[in-house]
């Protein structure tokens, strides 16, 4: 799964998550394959990024691996690790990250 900028997505694509405008009303589903008709009118809708099914835009950067971004949330927080509420929210982004780690 891969999250890319509308102007990146092309018809054919399948989007993994539900698009959702600013008022959390889903606009497309799930498994919904784009056609140049829907991407016009998510553009419209000023929809500015999706989720589509696998890996088709070439960002020109290499994914992140988890340990990667583990890392980088370890140092995002060690300016804050005496924070009681800092800790605890570092604690909610790794059981995240490590969730998604998890998926296929």
Do not use: Y
């Not at 589903?29 to 998510?42: K, Q, T, V, W, Y």
């Amino acid at each position: 799964m891969q999250k890319i900028s509308l102007e990146h997505a092309a018809a054919g694509m399948k989007l993994a998550k539900p698009v959702k405008n600013k008022r959390g009303i889903t606009l497309c589903g799930a498994g919904a394959e784009l056609s140049e008709d829907m991407i016009a009118r998510l553009s419209d809708m000023e929809i500015k990024r999706i989720t589509v099914e696998g890996h088709p835009v070439d960002t020109g950067e290499g994914e992140k691996g988890l340990s990667q971004q583990i890392d980088e949330l370890h140092a995002r927080f060690s300016k804050v690790e005496g924070d009681p509420l800092m800790r605890k929210l570092k604690n909610i982004f790794l059981e995240l990250l490590e969730e998604r780690g998890k998926e296929p």
